[in-house]
């Protein structure tokens, strides 16, 4: 299982080696304690006594190793490996899963029954909040070896270690059913004698079944909110779900065009579709990570500025068909029509339909198509690449911006359209295994960048509300392409930097003096780098000036070759603009087109 839902109801008759508390944070579960060794790679659980699995086995570290053993093997493929190589940075898990190593490499051992000893490449901050995460749940290895292929398909071959023992399910049956572990190590603290799942996908129906008493909770949105909102058992709570909807870029030729995809995200009104469709308490997000989901260093939240990328993600009719012409021309098309998949649930349905009205009725010529599909199979066709465009949410993984971040990663399972950006990539190493893993403040401020960067180069999602929503953004830096001119005609592109320098006599001299320009047989490109003190963020010194001018002298030299394409021009624009920011702190760049 891979899905929100099933993780749920696998985490109420499973419990891991932390659980998370009513703050959110990691509290011992079956490891009653834990070790850190001083240069943080090396953890050492030490399992509770008391836990056992419900046909009264003991909770070994031995059954720990067998499973992410198993999650890392190759021949299981498990959409999850990654969790253990990219997220936890265990030993030797990115070599085993790549085929390198043999699973018996990786770095878990079992000490003794009681012990597990946890080696990582690199300190992890949120390690200790990844082991009540399902991919690092035990599995009992005799036991799954006894059940074979039938492993976790009926109670009979389901285990439990948690509060709950699973004692009625079917595949694809509506209803199960659990009941308490009596044997629970933490049975007193559990007041539920047992749960009854039903699974109904209409949202009216599951409201009638509440007020008839045939349910005791269920979810409500749109005009039902209306309904029960003064009811003393309605509450509202924040599930940390990112809905966003995720263009194909590498199979849709329209949906590659940067223009197209700022028009669409411009067109979505996100407070009318938390507001006047759901009305459940989604809030209307514009940032990359939700709110109030991830702290930083400081204790701040890693969104709470939800209008730092205005300028690229911003609910603006005009700026949306500004957008969306110079798409259409760039691509040669006056009508462009997409089909989008959608969860047969209800509020999914009820998203859909209104951002369908509202792309068409702010981007003359767009037709959106809504493919009903049961969630099962639009996933399937979503990881599979049978899609145009997909409507589709994240559940956080582990409190840390990266649960987000990191799905853009290349290759991902979870990157659906397939972006991929060494550039990007290279950022999230940095955070992930370079020097940043252990600067707090460091990685907190690079990880902005990572934020920015996905979504200044390319884009890649249009963001959606709801519990928790977010779409991409694009870094504070201010940035203005300016053209409308055909790309035959363009005989100049000149490129103005303003830099935040040091307010030593020897930088400005250096940087204000600088005046190069580069001239090929089709296009001819200039600079003007002027130093500036406005936001003394670094020092520059004279001697690093000159390898990033020359570098940015490339680039410029290179425009030529691709035009006409304006978005392919401008993406090495876009990654010096990045260098530059990271490395010296300039602020503003302008380029604009002249016409011959």
């Known amino acids: 299982a891979t899905d929100g839902t099933s993780f749920e109801v696998i985490a109420d008759y499973t419990d891991g080696l932390m659980q998370m508390d ?34 009264g086995t003991p909770v070994t570290a031995a059954d ?82 006894s059940c074979g292929d039938t492993f976790a398909t009926s109670p009979e071959t389901v285990l439990s270690n948690g509060a709950f023992v699973l004692d009625s399910y079917e595949p694809a049956a509506t209803a199960f059913h659990l009941t308490k572990n009596a044997d629970y190590y933490n049975a007193d603290s559990i007041q539920l004698a047992g749960l009854n799942y039903q699974v109904i996908q209409d949202s009216q129906q599951a409201l009638m079944s509440y007020q008839t008493g045939a349910l005791d909770t269920t979810l409500v949105n749109g005009e039902q909110v209306d309904q029960v909102k003064d009811d003393p058992e309605f509450t509202t709570v924040g599930a940390g779900y990112l809905w966003y909807v995720s263009p194909n870029m590498n199979s849709v030729p329209e949906l590659a065009n940067l223009n197209i995809r700022l028009a ?8 009318s579709i938390t507001a006047d469709v759901l009305k459940d308490g989604s809030a209307s997000t514009y940032t990359a990570v939700p709110m109030q989901f991830a702290a930083g260093p400081d204790g701040s ?48 349905q009820k998203v859909a339909q209104v951002l369908k009205e509202q792309w068409e009725t702010t981007l003359p010529g767009l037709t959106v198509n809504l493919v009903v599909e049961p969630k099962k199979q639009r996933v399937e066709d979503m990881q599979n690449g049978n899609f145009q465009l997909g409507l589709t949410r994240w559940g956080p993984d582990y409190a840390d911006p990266m649960t987000y971040l ?67 953004s694009a870094e504070a830096t201010s940035m203005v392409w300016e053209c409308s001119i055909p790309a035959a005609a363009i005989s100049t592109i000149s490129v103005f930097i303003w830099f935040n320098c040091a307010t030593t006599p020897a930088v400005p001299s250096v940087a204000k003096s600088v005046l190069v320009s580069a001239t090929t047989a089709t296009a001819s490109a200039e600079t003007v780098l002027a130093a500036s003190a406005i936001a003394h963020i670094t020092t520059i010194e004279p001697a690093s000036m000159i390898p990033l001018i020359a570098l940015f002298l490339k680039f410029i030299e290179n425009l030529h070759q691709c035009l006409p394409s304006y978005v392919n021009s401008i993406t090495p624009l876009f990654r010096f603009i990045h260098l530059c920011y990271n490395y010296y702190g300039f602020i503003t760049m302008r380029i604009i087109a002249k016409q011959t």
Not at 27 to 55: C, K, Q
Not at 264 to 271: E, F, G, L, N, S
Not at 451 to 466: E, I, L, Q
């Open 64 to 145: 720990f190793v067998f499973a992410w053993q198993r999650a890392a093997d190759p021949e299981v493929a498990s959409e999850y490996s990654y969790m253990l190589s990219d997220i936890g940075q265990i030993k030797n898990a990115a070599d085993i899963i790549a085929g390198n190593k043999d699973k018996s490499e990786l770095g878990v051992t079992a000490v003794d029954d009681k012990t597990l000893q946890v080696e990582l490449n690199v300190p992890v901050s949120y390690f200790l909040s990844l082991m009540y995460f399902p991919t690092f749940y035990p599995v009992n290895e005799e036991f799954f070896t």
């Open 301 to 348: 939240d890693f969104s709470e500025d939800q209008t730092k990328f205005s300028d690229v993600c911003v609910y603006d009719t005009e700026k949306a068909a500004d957008y969306w012409a110079k798409g259409l021309e760039e691509l040669g098309e006056s009508e462009i029509t997409l089909d989008m998949v959608v969860d047969a649930d209800d509020a999914p």
């Open 406 to 472: 990191g799905m853009w990663v290349t290759d991902n399972s979870n990157n659906y359209g397939l972006w991929s950006s060494a550039d990007y990539d290279a950022i999230i190493d940095e955070c992930t295994t370079g020097d940043l893993c252990t600067d707090a403040e460091g990685r907190w401020a690079r990880l902005y960048d990572a934020a920015s960067f996905c979504t200044a180069d390319v884009f890649s999602n249009v963001s959606v509300s709801s519990t928790a929503c977010a779409s991409s």
């Open 264 to 271: 669409m995200t411009m067109a979505i009104d996100r407070d």
């Open 22 to 55: 009513a703050d959110g944070q990691a509290v011992p579960a079956l490891a009653e304690s834990y070790d850190l060794s001083d240069d943080g790679l090396t953890y050492t659980f030490h399992i509770r006594d008391d836990a056992n699995w419900s046909n």
